[in-house]
């Protein structure tokens, strides 16, 4: 199936913005954005050696670690690491690649 673009469902907890109980801080703007965390990048990678970026998009999540990240028809039906890269923080990668065969993708780093 052909896709006009894929949507990531991404849920992720940054190590220094939580305060426990499924729940950080929101550090992007505390007073006009109180329930938005922080913005971050997620890079879509080669499943092999040396792991070259194919696509990357950024937007923000919010204070339960809830973003969407939205990629072009391109990396349909393709395999994927996902690594996220924020501006305080080591960047994580997926345990695996990830094969983005669906108009619509659930990712959790929290599992």
Same mark, same amino acid.
């Given at each position: 199936?052909?896709?006009?673009?894929?949507?990531?469902?991404?849920?992720?907890?940054?190590?220094?913005?939580?305060?426990?109980?499924?729940?950080? +801080?929101?550090?992007?703007?505390?007073?006009?954005?109180?329930?938005?965390?922080? +913005?971050?990048?997620?890079?879509?990678?080669?499943?092999?050696?040396?792991?070259?970026?194919?696509?990357?998009?950024?937007?923000?999540?919010?204070?339960?670690?809830?973003?969407?990240?939205?990629?072009?028809?391109?990396?349909?039906?393709?395999?994927?690491?996902?690594?996220?890269?924020?501006?305080?923080?080591?960047?994580?990668?997926?345990?695996?690649?990830?094969?983005?065969? +669906?108009?619509?993708?659930?990712?959790?780093?929290?599992?």
């Amino acid at each position: 199936d052909e896709f006009t673009s894929i949507t990531l469902h991404l849920k992720i907890y940054i190590e220094g913005y939580y305060l426990g109980n499924g729940v950080m +801080s929101a550090v992007l703007d505390p007073f006009t954005l109180p329930n938005i965390c922080d +913005s971050i990048t997620v890079v879509l990678r080669e499943p092999i050696a040396p792991f070259s970026p194919i696509h990357s998009t950024s937007s923000i999540i919010d204070i339960n670690g809830n973003g969407v990240f939205n990629f072009p028809a391109a990396v349909n039906n393709q395999l994927y690491y996902i690594e996220v890269i924020n501006r305080n923080t080591i960047a994580t990668w997926s345990k695996l690649p990830i094969l983005f065969d +669906s108009p619509v993708l659930n990712y959790d780093f929290t599992d």
